[in-house]
């Protein structure tokens, strides 16, 4: 279901939108197909300009991921959402985005993955794995031997996130996780790097 690589495009990250969309662009030209767009600081009204548009410029084989906002989703007609542990439960958002979206939820350690594993979740975020700077209050480390324990305890697909680079991330894989996230990994050359993620995850 979930390919090898899991790019997330985080608004607070562009000085503007074009720069966004562009980056959105060279995402899907180096071979992404599934871009979840993540907009914590911004207003509604900017979150769902910014997705109606990644729509548009997105091909309908491209999957796109709604982060925390289910009505958003729904709005701008993406193809699922990603929950945190303080958004949505994984059965509420379900009554929303009906069984044709994905939903994914993010998880911290083994007891938040068993209990997103009993829900009806497509797929279970896991992290971080290693140390990150994409949050200003990460949660502790997971690490690989963290990630072999939730693979045990569940069959749903993995998504690792946290610190995930090109020289570590075909460890992760190797560890159990059925496909890597990567936010601020792609931001240099970011059409070659998509390639290099995907060849090194083959």
Known sequence: MLPRLYPIVDAATFATSQDLYGFAKQLISGGATVIQYRNKKGSAREALSHARQLRVLAPADVRLVMNDRADLCLAAGFDGV??????????????????????????????????????????????????????????STVGLDGLKKIRAATRKPLVAIGGITLSNARSVIDAGADSVAVISGLLASPAKTVEDFIRILM
């Open 82 to 139: 990603h929950l945190g542990q303080d958004d949505l439960s994984p059965d509420a958002a379900r009554t929303i985005v009906q069984q044709r979206k994905w939903i994914g939820v993010s998880t911290h350690n083994l007891q938040q993955a068993s209990e997103a594993d009993s829900s009806s979740a497509d797929y279970i975020a896991i992290g971080p794995i290693f140390a990150t700077n994409s949050k200003q209050r990460p949660d």
